[in-house]
């Protein structure tokens, strides 16, 4: 019998809870005596207040405004911030691109990095990936790193202050983890480490998609009344950790390609990802003829109202070029999409997404 070798990626640390930003001084105290914080811009204000208290007596930090994009240039501005800081850790505090520019600064110099979301938008915290942009806001490549955050702190608090859409589209970024690590299992398809994942990966995929499928549409109504409850501590939890590990351990595949395709098209470009991945996921039940979970992910998506038709996320003059744009792109040789356990060609893709609903 073969061996095979396989494997999973983790936080060093996941902390979670109302209130949880109030432990941002020790935990930065336990790793160096200086740090660099970079808060996003878009809750510079917001947070300032709140970040400096939480750090007043216990750590020495020097707070600094992210620039907006996860470029190149900024990545070096906040290494040459913390060199000059004599920073020994880097804390992000924001949305995914300034906390993929901590990331990345602290892999540049080769510190450890704490993350602190302020969205539930997306598994990205948890991962050991930064998208790095082009400073006219175009994707120029993924940055990816050799070990995932030091210490993922998120204050639910916080996030539930934010408009109801970010949590609902980390709804559905998580949403295809475990649909997506069940199509690498079945293929035989790699992971982010390039391996086969453990069960456990498998394992916390299952329970990603369990946990938003029960909680998901109390979640949202607790997220549109601003308040922190149950409900939304457990699909925090999903949209964050869960996928974060689901992915990275168990793989990703058709509804993360499609997501790649859709993003060819101007149309979609003022809608979040988790929206745009939804799609991809109906379209990859779609492609691999499971229609009976293609009916139950449906029924779902419209009870926290996650997109279903392409025109949910931009798309209403369908024509057949603008499909095949998409089709081509996530067809494309090599691309993620062909992790499925089926042979997926342009013209199939298009078929399944012509039918979605409209």
Do not use: W
Not at 53 to 74: F, I, P, Q, T
Not at 175 to 191: H, I, K, Q, V
Not at 302 to 311: E, H, I, K, Q, Y
């Amino acid at each position: 019998m073969k061996h095979t070798i396989k494997g999973a990626r983790f936080p060093g640390r996941y902390l979670q809870g109302p209130g949880a930003l109030a432990m941002l001084g020790g935990e930065v105290a336990a790793f160096a005596a200086q740090a660099v914080v970079l808060l996003d811009g878009g809750v510079f204000d917001i947070l300032q207040d709140k970040v400096l208290a939480a750090l007043d007596g216990k750590a020495k930090a020097e707070l600094v405004r992210h620039g907006g994009e996860c470029s190149d240039a900024e990545i070096a501005r906040i290494v040459e911030l913390a060199s000059k800081a004599g920073a020994g850790v880097i804390v992000g505090i924001g949305g995914g691109k300034a906390l993929d520019t901590a990331k990345a600064a602290a892999h540049g110099l080769s510190l450890p990095v704490i993350i602190v979301p302020t969205i539930a938008s997306s598994d990205a915290p948890c991962s050991a990936l930064a998208v790095v942009y082009n400073e006219d806001g175009g994707v120029a490549y993924d940055k990816f790193l050799p070990r995932n955050p030091d210490l993922v702190l998120v204050d639910t608090a916080i996030i539930s202050q934010a408009p109801s859409r970010f949590l609902i589209a980390g709804i559905g970024d998580a949403l295809a983890t475990y649909y997506e690590a069940d199509a690498c299992r079945d293929s035989g398809a790699a992971n982010c480490l390039g391996m086969p994942g453990l069960e456990v990966a498998h394992a916390i995929a299952r329970a990603c998609r369990d946990t938003i499928f029960e909680y998901g549409a109390a979640a949202v109504a607790e997220c549109d009344a601003k308040t922190a409850g149950p409900a939304m501590e457990r699909v925090v939890e999903a949209n964050i950790l869960l996928s974060g590990i689901g992915f990275e351990s168990g793989g990703v595949a058709s509804a993360h390609g499609i997501h790649h395709g859709l993003c060819e098209l101007p149309d979609v470009h003022h809608h979040l990802h988790g929206e745009k991945v939804a799609i991809g996921v109906l379209a990859g039940l779609k492609l691999r003829g499971n229609e009976d979970e293609f009916r139950r992910v449906l029924a779902f998506c419209r009870s926290v109202r996650l997109p279903t038709r392409l025109a949910d996320i931009g798309i209403v003059d369908i024509t057949e070029d603008k499909l095949r744009i998409v089709a081509e792109r996530a067809c494309r040789p090599g691309e993620i999409t062909h992790n499925e356990p089926v042979a997926i060609d342009a013209g199939m893709l298009v078929a399944a997404l012509r039918a979605l609903p409209v």
